[in-house]
């Protein structure tokens, strides 16, 4: 996928990858991961394929730990990550930006069991997209777990098929506006008929469904805290 992306031969791409990879760091395997499939994407377009800069979002309900690991001190892969707090692996706090060169792109953005679309579209629209466009990336990719789906048995957020369509105009958008190619690489989500919606629609998403809303509210609290940390490194 990331050669076909970076080639100029699709502006979009989704592997259906198992088992998923977000928390292999490394040195290591983790979490049911054994290879970091996006991590060893972004390396190989940076490392062969010509991109200066590269933007993972990891909207897996855990946190991408083997990710973070991975580009936790450079600056040519900006690493975001919306997650469940308090879950494994238990990484991902807010106030972990990065180390040494790669301080401020690292950006950790922990939500509450029980959360609902509207915080994470709040989240994705007024922190991570501004900072993806003023990053400029080469190529965005996604960690595309779908864990956060409220049938989903393995953490405790809420969200709905229709959400994960949602987050992906918005970023489909960005990468349109930046004229970036988007991946999107899937990761976890233990309930099957769930699972399947979720994927379904991001694809639908993908191939240029629906217009992104741009109504999601920043949240009174988290999202301008959020906001406001994250604004010490980037333009908010």
Known sequence: MTRALMAGDAPVGFCGVRPSGHHAEPDRAMGFCLFNNVAIAAELAIR???????????????????????????????????????????????????????EGYTI????????????????????????????????????????????????????????????????????????APLGVVLEGGYEPVALAACVAE???????????ATSAAPEALLTSRAAAQVGHYWSL
């Open 48 to 102: 062969e394929l010509g991109a200066d800069r590269v933007f993972v979002l990891d909207w897996d309900v855990h946190h991408g730990n083997g990710t973070a690991e991975a580009f936790r001190r450079r600056r040519d892969v900006l690493f975001a990550s919306i997650h469940q707090a308090g879950i494994f692996p238990g990484t991902g706090a807010a106030g972990d930006f990065g180390s040494g060169a790669g």
């Open 108 to 179: 950790n953005l922990p939500v509450p069991a029980g959360s609902e679309e509207e915080l994470w579209l709040s989240l994705l629209e007024h922190v991570l997209v501004p900072v993806a466009t003023e990053f400029e990336p080469d190529l965005v990719l996604i960690s595309a777990g779908f864990d956060g789906h409220r049938a989903d048995p393995l953490a405790g957020c809420r969200l709905q098929a229709s959400s994960y369509a949602e987050m992906t105009r918005h970023v489909r958008d960005l990468a349109v506006g930046l004229g």
């Open 202 to 212: 991001t694809l639908s998403a993908l191939g240029g469904d629906g217009r992104p």
